[in-house]
């Protein structure tokens, strides 16, 4: 699709008009000279509608395609394409300018068209990466050609959108725990073995009684019609629910060098969401600040993974403060079956955690909650920075003030019944993966 063109005096146009209105002006003190002045104009004139009549069946001749991968990494380097085709009769010299989102960088990028010949197809490539999850969409493409004499030069903007969704870019690089390669090898050992440990719970066959079997496990009907002890054996349930909760409060918008916390938390949520579905287990996503954003009960199957990552790809901090009651009250009223409950957020001090550590309690009292806790790396370089001026010691004072706080806060929680991991965000994954395997290995469901 394309918009109106424009077609505008080009700078060698003004250029001319500007001398001329000088010969003009010499005319008063040599007349000879107004004689030359109406020839060039006749001439400009002539060259001008010739130049006219070629843009317009220039502008009209392209053809434009543009080419991209549909999804990328946040903050990950992609390439672009940009396919120009002249349908035309004529060449083509001018410039091509792709104007981008706001969170993409380069903004523009600019590509001289030289000499473009007759049906020449010619393939503009440029390298993007963007910094913020979400969906985006490109578009327009601005075109600009000079006339053949260089009287005029035409323009006409192309829509040529095309849509990208950027994902966190740890989950979009691959299905690998790259952080921790060590950490990667224990993780899928404990989690294959997981599967044959624990109290089982999920009823599998009736066998006959072999020597060290719990008696407690004795099924004294298929015992009386068999004539002889059966009892009853179970597995550890697979089918397990798993709700991964978001928080995207205030605290959440903490920038960490290119990222933000909340960008940690939703890489470690796809990362812990997808390890659960490839065991067999349900995924649900819960988002909130200060209201309830979205609820996705948990699922299982091939599109699952798919609709959990559409769920929180593109959630951003609003900066308002977090409401966990109201997160809480939703989980309680949806969620009836007992589930594993991830709640990715931060704690301040002890009056904030107050707010929320009842409907903490009462959440834990239902189902296994685990509460990460993501701390700002910053508090902890202040204690260690070197004290040189007044300045310096009012930072570093308040700094462990808030650090005591949040540990009181964080010991509060854990005596709510609640398993609390205290990481930096960046160091989030791999702690949160080993407490997921951690307890599935306990069978605690």
């Known amino acids: 699709m394309s918009f109106p063109l424009s ?22 003190f040599w007349p000879p000279v107004a004689w030359l002045v109406p020839p060039i104009i006749l001439l400009v004139a002539i060259l001008a509608a010739n130049d006219y009549r070629a843009l317009r069946r220039d502008l009209d001749a392209i053809v434009l395609e543009r080419r991209m991968p549909s999804t990328v990494g946040r903050n990950r380097p992609f390439s672009m394409e940009l396919w120009l085709t002249n349908q035309g009769t004529n060449p083509w010299t001018g410039e091509v300018r792709d ?24 393939r503009l490539n440029s390298s993007y990466r963007i910094a913020v999850r979400g969906l985006y969409e490109l578009g327009p493409v601005w075109i600009r ?26 989950y979009h690089a691959s299905g690998k725990f790259s952080k921790d390669d060590t950490a990667e090898v224990r993780l899928l050992d404990l989690l294959t073995r997981s599967r044959q440990q624990g109290v089982g719970t999920e009823f599998q066959s ?23 002890p059966i009892v009853r054996r179970f597995q550890v349930e697979q089918h397990r ?43 649900g996503v819960g988002v909130f600040d200060k209201e309830v954003l979205g609820y996705l009960p948990p699922v299982a199957g091939r599109h699952a993974m798919q609709a959990i990552t559409r769920s929180i790809y593109h959630v951003q901090s609003r900066y308002q403060e977090s409401d966990f009651s109201l997160m809480f009250a939703a989980l309680q009223s949806r969620q009836q079956k007992r589930a594993l409950v991830v709640i990715l957020s931060d704690i301040v001090d002890t009056q904030t955690t107050h707010r929320f ?43 462990f003030r808030i650090l005591r706080e949040r540990e009181q806060a964080v010991h509060m929680v854990r005596r709510s019944g609640v398993h609390v991991l205290d990481v930096e965000p960046s160091k989030l ?14 069978n605690v469901l």
């Open 99 to 122: 104007v981008v989102p706001r969170n993409m960088q380069p903004q523009i990028a600019i590509h001289p068209l030289n000499r473009v010949a007759p049906r020449q197809t010619l």
């Open 206 to 228: 009736l066998t006959e009684y072999r020597q060290g079997d719990d008696p407690r496990r004795m099924d004294w009907r298929a015992t009386a019609r068999y004539g002889r």
């Open 429 to 442: 994954t791999v702690p949160l993966i080993n407490q997921f395997i951690a307890l599935r290995r306990e």
């Open 357 to 399: 550590r009842a409907s903490l309690a009462s959440l834990a009292r239902r189902h296994v909650v685990v509460f990460a806790a993501l701390r700002s790396p910053l508090l902890a370089e202040l204690l260690h920075d070197p004290v040189e001026t007044l300045l310096d010691g009012h930072r570093k004072m308040i700094a």
């Open 7 to 28: 077609i505008r005096p080009s700078p060698r146009l003004i250029y001319i008009a500007g001398v001329l209105v000088a010969f003009s002006l010499l005319a008063f």
């Open 241 to 283: 629910d798993l709700m991964l909760i978001l928080d995207c409060g205030r605290l959440m918008g903490t920038t960490l060098g290119d990222a933000t916390k909340l960008d940690s938390a939703v890489d470690a949520a796809l990362m812990l969401g997808r390890l659960a579905l490839q065991n067999g287990d349900r995924c």
């Open 145 to 170: 050609l000079e006339g053949r004499w260089g009287m005029l030069e035409g323009q006409r903007s192309f829509s040529c959108t095309a849509p990208i969704d950027v994902y966190p870019e740890q």
